[in-house]
């Protein structure tokens, strides 16, 4: 699976827009982009995938550009409840949906 | 809620013990996993079934390590003989059909070996 390159922290403030950037250069033509987020002690929660151009759904945006060797996850007008977790995985295998995690964005919102 | 569960949610004990967690997926879902993370890692795929049949282990699952799925409902995972190494949290995920990353996961059950 491809291998993903992704900021260690972020910090922001509430009501701000975050963009979180993952490099992904050897991305298969099969392979989606998706992100998951996660909060102290539990279980990863899927935010929302895409295969190329622009994805919104009710919780963020997903930015692909037309090389599909990056991808960036916004969410809008962040409260203290987005501190957490974020991460950003590459795959596409019909055999398997394992998923591989890398050491994710840890997103810091201060009041 | 119609989530999904894991049981215990802590377990402490001591080296060389044997332990067994629980996982009951959502429902309807076809697809069971395992995963484990440590402290600052984002989670390592150990193994996963498709209904009752066990398809994929890593490498990281020893022998030390033994995961069911009887009738295709609820998964257990069993560790031998555990060591300080296995402490870590344990997380199960499921899923329905095939070709998706969109996967639903439990809490989670939090091992530490003493």
């Known amino acids: 699976l491809a291998k993903t390159t992704q900021p260690i922290s972020m910090d922001s403030y509430e009501g701000q827009e975050v963009n979180i950037t993952c490099s992904h250069n050897n991305i298969a033509t099969n392979d989606y982009i998706t992100w998951y987020q996660q909060f102290p002690s539990q279980g990863p929660r899927f935010i929302i995938q895409g295969y190329k151009t622009k994805v919104t759904n009710e919780v963020a945006s997903l930015f692909i550009p037309a090389d599909r060797k990056s991808s960036t996850l916004s969410l809008p007008r962040v409260s203290l409840s987005d501190t957490a977790v974020y991460y950003c995985l590459v795959g596409g295998s019909y055999n398997t949906d394992k998923l591989i995690f890398g050491t994710g964005t840890r997103l810091q919102v201060f009041p | 809620d119609t989530g999904v569960s894991q049981n215990p949610r802590h377990k402490i004990t001591k080296r060389g013990q044997n332990v067994t967690f629980r996982c009951d997926p959502i429902?309807?879902?076809?697809?069971l996993y395992w995963y484990r993370q440590t402290l600052g890692q984002g989670p390592e795929f150990l193994t996963y079934?498709?209904?009752?049949?066990?398809?994929?282990k890593s490498r990281l699952l020893s022998d030390r390590f033994s995961a069911e799925r009887p009738k295709g409902s609820f998964s257990t995972l069993e560790i031998q003989r555990t060591e300080q190494g296995d402490s870590a949290m344990y997380l199960c995920?499921?899923?329905f059909g095939t070709g998706t990353y969109e996967q639903y996961f439990g809490p989670g059950t939090r091992l530490t070996v003493t």
């Open positions: 429902s309807e879902h076809n697809r």
């Open positions: 995920a499921s899923s």
């Open positions: 079934f498709q209904n009752e049949a066990q398809l994929e």
